[in-house]
């Protein structure tokens, strides 16, 4: 499974972007996760949704970002609303499948 995330940018606080991650399979059967590492920091995941459509989310994140699937059977979207300068960060898609499997990372700047 190859895992492509796109979407990062530079944004004010306050202000929102869209993250996608793109599967060269389909993924709809297969558990999602988001996550992020700041310089400096460890890698925590940031929110998941399941094959069922069960969602959860980092506390720091909750009722700011929301995970969803794409129209497509081999996307998963983050959508983080209201950033902040904490949310500065690379986000990564993952999932396991017998072993993991990583996006590439696409940055999110947020300015204060």
Same mark, same amino acid.
């Given at each position: %499974? ?8 530079? %944004?004010? +606080? /306050?202000? #929102?972007? !869209? =993250?996608?991650?793109?599967?060269s399979t389909r993924i709809d059967d297969m558990t999602m996760r988001w996550y992020r590492q700041a310089p400096g920091k460890q890698r925590? =995941?940031? +929110?998941?949704?399941?094959?069922? /459509?069960?969602?959860?989310? &980092?506390?720091? *994140? &909750?009722?700011? @970002? $929301? *995970? #969803?699937?794409?129209?497509? &059977?081999?996307? %998963?979207?983050?959508?983080?609303? #209201?950033? &902040?300068?904490?949310?500065?960060? *690379?986000?990564?898609?993952?999932? @396991?499948?017998? !072993? ?6 696409? =940055? *999110? $700047?947020?300015? #204060?």
């Amino acid at each position: %499974v190859q895992l492509q995330a796109s979407g990062g940018g530079l %944004v004010q +606080a /306050g202000g #929102s972007l !869209r =993250l996608s991650c793109a599967a060269s399979t389909r993924i709809d059967d297969m558990t999602m996760r988001w996550y992020r590492q700041a310089p400096g920091k460890q890698r925590e =995941l940031v +929110a998941y949704i399941t094959d069922g /459509g069960v969602t959860d989310y &980092k506390d720091s *994140v &909750k009722g700011r @970002f $929301t *995970v #969803s699937r794409g129209n497509a &059977k081999n996307t %998963v979207d983050l959508q983080m609303n #209201s950033l &902040k300068p904490e949310d500065t960060a *690379v986000y990564y898609c993952h999932t @396991f499948l017998a !072993r993991d499997y990583w996006g590439q990372g696409t =940055l *999110v $700047t947020v300015s #204060s």
